[in-house]
């Protein structure tokens, strides 16, 4: 089974208008965390927000924020009034277990997002 | 502060060739990765190192080893090349005692020919 799940190739989205980018997650260990990042045609990986599976208040930084139901094992991303500039692939990824344990990460096949102005 | 650097940036290898891909970070973070980014795959995890000293395997190790030769560089080596290793190699590190964000270098291209 897939440990990250993608399940939007493609987004598009108006310029100023909210979008959230789906991701879901397959754990049985209490101990994770979620993580999403931006990737532009540059290709660096650049760290957006960051969620672990203890914190009760989901995780915000400046427009992204991540809709965490532990539940349902879902971390959306939610970006607020989009800029032409959040054109990018966007990764949803999970560290399994306790960090001191030793990291296993996984990323999930990412979604294209595109601002239309 | 350059944060976390590779070396080469690109790279074309004929079939069998070893090479060696360097990374160094002086954020003096304690674990360091090594990924591999296919097209439609996403990164996946080939091998980190949770410390100085220790390493060990992600999801896909066959075909690389790694050296974590102190805190500050961690490198992969592919002993014979093979065209499945055709990637984007991308290291990363974090700090590894609490701070989870992990800060990636730019990448390298490999080409196996």
Redesign the interface.
């Known amino acids: 089974a897939q440990k990250i799940t993608q399940t939007q190739p493609g987004m598009f989205v108006q310029e100023k208008e909210a979008v959230t980018l789906d991701c879901t997650y397959d754990t049985s260990d209490p101990s994770y965390g979620l993580f999403w990042y931006k990737q532009p045609s540059s290709g660096e990986m650049i760290f957006l927000i960051y969620q672990g599976s203890y914190d009760q208040q989901n995780a915000t930084e400046g427009r992204y924020s991540l809709n965490f139901q532990k539940a349902r094992k879902s971390a959306n991303l939610v970006i607020s009034a989009s800029q032409l500039g959040d054109s990018a692939m966007y990764f949803c990824a999970m560290r399994e277990g306790l960090l001191m344990a030793g990291n296993q990460f996984y990323f999930g096949t990412g979604t294209s997002l595109t601002v239309i102005p | 502060n350059a944060g976390v650097t590779q070396t080469p940036k690109f790279q074309v290898l004929k079939t069998g060739q070893s090479m060696t891909l360097q990374c160094a970070q002086d954020m003096n973070h304690n674990?360091m990765?090594w990924?591999r980014q296919d097209p439609?795959?996403?990164?996946?995890?080939i091998y980190?190192s949770?410390s100085e000293g220790?390493t060990?395997k992600?999801?896909v190790p066959n075909g690389y080893n790694v050296s974590r030769l102190n805190k500050r560089e961690f490198s992969l080596r592919l002993e014979s090349a093979a065209p499945s290793q055709t990637s984007?190699y991308?290291c990363?590190s974090?700090d590894?005692?609490?701070g989870?964000?992990?800060?990636?270098g730019?990448?390298t291209r490999l080409l196996v020919l």
């Open positions: 674990s990765y990924y439609g795959m996403g990164l996946r995890l980190y949770a220790t060990d992600g999801e984007v991308f990363a974090s590894g005692t609490g989870e964000t992990q800060y990636f730019p990448g």
